[in-house]
């Protein structure tokens, strides 16, 4: 399953347990003592129930001793909303223990090996969600669990739960985001003496009808804490780390490659010559193009973060080096214009240096970018020492700005993903045959 590992046979065996309790023991209604019943199930439960089981008390005899819980955690659907930094789950949990009060002779009561009992007559565990984020119009809740009691005491309940929690994003290196969202479990009342935790599998839906379109779960991470109360009582934390990765897709062709082209284009303009009309005119679309794609690029970004993505930041440097590049194309056209009308006896230092510089072959041909202009012609200019000076400044200029642009997208444009994770998803199950 692209480098996953395969379900395990105690994972496979915690599926069964699954389907056989949402499939095959539907929930039974609350049992009623007193009343006779000819079914020899019915007479089980009312034997378990009916003398003198508390379903508020803890399932031990010994109350010294503690009941000691596994917790399996499967991911049946996700979603992560950007605008809250949200990340929405659908999650069965498959919870175990032991009830010393409901163990019985499988021989006594005609082979009866497991039953389902309504979970409003057992001892639960106050199991909560201690990470979910608060929302009055949809408070993240678990359903009633189904309930299967086997004749050894173990009992098996699987909750579905809708819930979420608050995750540490960054969006530097959008769209090509990492985020880390982590989860805490543990009982509300009950001590580590009394109740405690460990988790057993941690478990991803495979089917692609399950997954999120934009977001996919590349780690699965179980630890377990212990915390000190003020009344110095122990509780036991389960914790679940996720990892979330955008899936590449619209974002990436629909940013990316305009904002390449519009570096390249600020590239190609500044190899013109200063005096050329092309220069002007492609500036000119150059800013238009700039500020409609920031306008555009407002509907893909997340708003309102701590951390800007570095392709905003490209984009932001690429608007202020056009705004350059216009100001030193009107300055380089002034600067010829007064170098154009000294004499030749008369020439500044500046232009003598550029006449030596452009005696050179390898300059020459830096400087020859006449051939990109619509209306090039041969003609050679080789006393204009103010065309030489401006063409010195153009090449130097362009210099700089690749110089500043490769720069740019070595620091800011992130090209494929960083700081995943060096475990992935360990577990992927499926109910499909």
Known sequence: MNGHCTVSTKTAVLLGWITFILSHVPQSASISCGKDSVNVENQLKQSLLCNGYRSEARPRKDPAQTVNMTVSFFVMGYEFDEEDDLLELNVWFNLQWNDEFLVWNRTKWNGIERMAINSDDIWLPDFRHFSSYYNPEELPDCTNP??????????????????NAKCAVSYNRWPFDVHQCNLWYGTWVNSMNEVDMHTEELCLQAEPDFSSS??????????????????EYMYTI???????????????????????????????????RSSCIERKLLLTL????????????????????????GLLIFLQSSVIITGLLVFVTLLNCWVRVVLSRELTSNESWFGRIAGQFSQNRVAELILAADYLELNYQVTKEENDHGLQVAKLV?????????VIY????????????????????????????
């Open 214 to 231: 934009r977001w996919s779960i590349v780690s699965l991470e179980k630890n377990r804490a212990v915390v000190k109360s003020s009344d």
């Open 146 to 163: 189904a309930c299967s009691v086997a004749w050894n005491g173990s009992v098996y309940c699987v909750p579905r739960c809708n819930m």
């Open 394 to 402: 153009d090449r130097v200029v362009a210099i700089a700005c690749l």
């Open 286 to 309: 150059s800013i238009v193009c700039h500020f409609c794609f920031l306008q555009q690029i407002q509907w893909i970004l997340p708003y309102n973060r701590d951390t800007v993505p």
């Open 238 to 272: 389960l914790k679940t780390d996720l990892t979330l990765k955008r899936k590449n897709g619209f974002d990436t062709v629909a940013v990316f490659c305009p904002i390449m082209v519009l570096a390249f284009l600020n590239l190609y303009i500044v190899w013109l």
């Open 406 to 433: 490769v720069l740019l997208l070595l620091l800011h444009v992130p090209f494929g993903y960083q700081d995943l994770p060096s475990s992935r998803v360990k577990c992927m199950f499926s109910f499909a045959p």
